[in-house]
């Protein structure tokens, strides 16, 4: 396709499980990022990967929450033990940019933990 | 501490005036900065980007200045219409300059 790609669009779980999330960025980007919107609120930084490295990892809130990058390509969040505070929407963008230049955002995969 | 503040309080205005939003920063940098459109359930969407050593960028009915002394940015939509309606964020690359940073957006409601 021509856009992000992000699956599941929504997923319910019940706390205590582990979730993944896809990302599929645009093709030939090289820059991969994932952030968290919770009702409201703004867009919160988890992690950035150029190529399939992460320089930059600040964000991820616990041990809980892991990411890779795999080909330079698609990349999976997982959230292991989930609990009720990681519910949220679970946004991915990509960049055709190495370091700075805007961002092509997926729609996102909203996360309900029971 | 690094924040970006943008307008908390919905912005409402009345089709046709122009809109205009602030997006104040401090302990930044910025050699950009960038404003994105959310529509609610949506990803946000890029519209401009404005370079430190440029004061005013346009885009058809979009203004963005940038103030690096002040520390700030106004983006103007001239000629609002209820389809300009959404959530307008502003952003800049934090330290090292490989995170973006968003403000928390402000509401925009244009009412015919």
């Known amino acids: 396709g021509a856009g992000v790609s992000q699956s599941p669009s929504n997923k319910v779980t019940e706390k205590g499980k582990d979730v993944e999330l896809r990302c599929d960025p645009i093709s030939g980007h090289t820059a991969l990022y994932w952030y968290r919107q919770s009702l409201g609120q703004g867009l919160e930084f988890l992690i950035y990967f150029q190529g399939n490295s992460a320089p930059d990892k600040s964000g991820l809130p616990s041990d809980r929450f892991s990411a890779e990058r795999t080909g330079g390509s698609v990349s999976t969040l997982t959230i292991q033990r989930t609990q009720q505070e990681d519910s949220a929407v679970y946004l991915c963008?990509?960049?055709?940019?190495?370091?700075?230049?805007?961002?092509?955002f997926g729609e996102g995969s909203r996360l309900t933990v029971l | 501490s690094q924040k970006i503040e943008q307008n908390s309080e919905a912005l409402n205005i009345q089709e046709g005036k122009t809109a205009t939003l602030t997006c104040n920063y401090t302990n930044y940098s910025p050699a950009y900065l960038q404003w994105y459109r959310q529509d609610p359930g949506r990803g946000p969407v890029f519209l401009l980007l404005i370079r430190e050593n440029e004061k005013e960028k346009r885009k058809e009915r979009l203004k963005v200045t940038f103030d690096t002394t002040l520390k700030q940015s106004l983006f103007h939509i001239t000629a609002s219409q209820p389809a300009d309606s959404a959530t307008y964020l502003c952003a800049l690359y934090g330290e090292y300059g490989n995170k973006l940073v968003f403000g928390a957006g402000t509401i925009l409601r244009v009412k015919s």
């Open positions: 963008a990509s960049s055709p940019y190495r370091v700075t230049g805007e961002l092509f």
